[in-house]
C-alpha cells in the first residue's frame, strides 16, 4: 500500500463522522523497547497525545516515516532530518474531545490519514 492510497479529504473524515482539530507535534523519536523483545517504535507527540500509539511498527518503519514526511509537506532536497519533527501545525482526527486520535493531516492541504492506515504501508 503506498501513502496516495490512503489519504482522505477533509470531506471523507467529515462523512465518516468525525471530528477535525489543530493540534501541533511537539516532537519524535524512535524508541526499542527492550521489554518487549527489542521492538522499534514511532512517537510523534503534541499536546494531547501521540499520534501513532501502536507498538511494533518495525518492519515498516521506514515507510511509515517517507509517508509522514510527504504527507507533511517537509520534503527537503537534501533530506529531512527526524529529529527537526517538532512544532510543527497539523489536524488531528477524532471522535471528540478526550477520545482516540484516529488519525491526522497537513495544516493546511485538504490530505489526511487515518493511523491505522499508516501502519499499513509497504512501499
Request: net charge negative.
Amino acid at each position: 500500500m503506498k501513502l496516495k492510497d490512503i489519504i482522505k479529504k477533509k470531506s471523507e473524515i467529515l462523512a465518516d463522522g468525525h471530528e477535525i482539530e489543530n493540534e501541533m507535534i511537539l516532537g519524535a523519536d524512535i524508541n526499542v523497547v527492550g521489554h518487549f523483545n527489542n521492538v522499534v517504535n514511532l512517537n510523534i507527540w503534541t499536546g494531547c497525545c501521540c499520534l501513532i500509539p501502536a507498538s511494533n511498527n518495525t518492519k515498516n518503519l521506514g515507510y511509515i516515516i517517507r509517508a509522514i514526511i510527504e504527507l507533511l509537506d517537509l520534503t527537503e532536497e537534501d533530506g529531512y532530518a527526524f529529529d527537526k519533527i517538532k512544532n510543527i501545525p497539523i489536524r488531528i482526527i477524532s471522535d471528540g474531545w478526550g477520545s482516540r486520535v484516529l488519525g491526522f493531516g497537513h495544516f493546511m492541504k485538504d490530505q489526511f490519514i487515518y493511523t491505522d492506515d499508516l501502519l499499513k504501508i509497504t512501499e
